[in-house]
Structure formats: C-alpha cells, structure tokens
C-alpha cells in the first residue's frame, strides 16, 4: 500500500493546518493508522492514531489541539492541527497498521506501511 501524505506546510504560531493521508482501500484494509512526526536530530514520536473501531489516541503534548479523523469513502485520514506551536515543527508521517495491537499503538516499529512524509513548520 502506497500511503500519500499532503497538507503540510508553514505557519505562524497559534494557525492551523489539516495533514491528509490517503490510499487505495487505506480504511478498510487497517487495523490502525497512525501520525508521527520527527523533527531535526530527533527519535520519530508517536502524534495520533485511529483504530478500525473509530476510537482515537493521542500523544500527550497534542491533546486538544490536534484531531484525528477518517473519511471512509475518500480513504483517508486526517489530522486537524490547530493552535499550532514551533515545537510541532516536524516531517509528519502517516503509517498504516494491519495488525498493531493496542498497548503497541505509540510504538513505530508496530506499523509496516509509511508515507513519505510532509513538512510542518510553525514560525515564533
């Protein structure tokens, strides 16, 4: 499965903006798909994640800025960020889990798909 990440972009800080990731059949044929982020000299960190069931996880420093989304029919996921900070200033990645079980969904060695990543840069 090819996962296409898009959205990215620059923005100052406190703006918005809404990543996509979609592929052929992305929702149907996942168990859990996922956002990370990795910025510059960084480990790769776990963002969102949504599971088959609709239920949604969170990394702590995202929770209540950030929203996880899906669009069955478009086959695509989303990330809604908003109240943007430099410290989200990262490559974000989607990756696509046929078989992540739940105590391993932060984990990025749980994923077997990735795409190719999208640039998010939030200006001071």
């Known amino acids: 499965v090819q996962l296409q990440a898009s959205g990215g972009g620059s923005v100052q800080a406190g703006g918005s903006l809404r990543l996509s990731c979609a592929a052929s059949?992305?929702?149907?044929?996942?168990?859990?798909v996922a956002w990370f982020r990795q910025a510059p000299g960084k480990e790769r960190e776990f963002v969102a994640a949504?599971?088959?069931?609709?239920?949604?996880t969170y990394a702590d420093s995202v929770k209540g800025r950030f929203t996880i989304s899906r669009d069955s029919a478009k086959n695509a996921v989303f990330l809604q960020m908003i109240s943007l900070k430099p410290e989200d200033t990262a490559v974000y990645y989607c990756?696509?889990?046929?078989?992540?079980?739940?105590?391993?969904?932060?984990?990025?060695?749980?994923?077997?798909?990735w795409g190719q990543g999208t640039q998010v840069t939030v200006s001071s």
């Open positions: 990756a696509r889990g046929k078989s992540v079980i739940v105590s391993a969904i932060s984990r990025s060695t749980a994923y077997g798909d």
């Open positions: 059949g992305l929702i149907a044929s996942s168990r859990v």
């Open positions: 949504v599971q088959r069931s609709g239920s949604t």
